[in-house]
Nanobody, 117 residues
Framework: QVQLVESGGGLVNPGGSLRLSCVAS????????WGWFREAPGKERELVAS???????NYADSVKGRCTISRDNAKNTLYLQMNNLKPEDTATYYC???????????WGQGTQVTVSS
């Protein structure tokens, strides 16, 4: 069984930075996809950034140039570095792990990011 635990959220001023972490436990060697998603109150969960097994990444237009997704295989950890944060980035951020074989997906419990002065 795979478990994901996010951390790193908090309250930050506009223009500030945060680095989110997602630590995975279990057998994840053959995982195909890691992603960061976010859900703001009253809105649907949306993709923020993706990290594929190939090493390719992609980003939502709203965060391009401000966020960087990365992965440390040795630590089984996915990161999301967020810079120049805006109030509209306020949301609960979730980590997702996906195995294409059998389409098994796992989610973390979320970490809250609040951008406010």
């Amino acid at each position: 069984q795979v478990q994901l635990v996010e951390s790193g959220g908090g309250l930050v001023n506009p223009g500030g930075s945060l680095r989110l972490s997602c630590v995975a436990s279990g057998d994840i060697v053959s995982s195909d996809y890691w992603g960061w998603f976010r859900e703001a109150p009253g809105k649907e969960r949306e993709l923020v950034a993706s990290f594929f097994r190939s090493g390719a990444t992609n980003y939502a237009d709203s965060v391009k140039g401000r966020c960087t997704i990365s992965r440390d295989n040795a630590k089984n950890t996915l990161y999301l570095q967020m810079n120049n944060l805006k109030p509209e980035d306020t949301a609960t951020y979730y980590c997702k792990l996906l195995f294409y074989s059998g389409w098994r997906e796992y989610w973390g419990q979320g970490t809250q990011v609040t951008v406010s002065s």
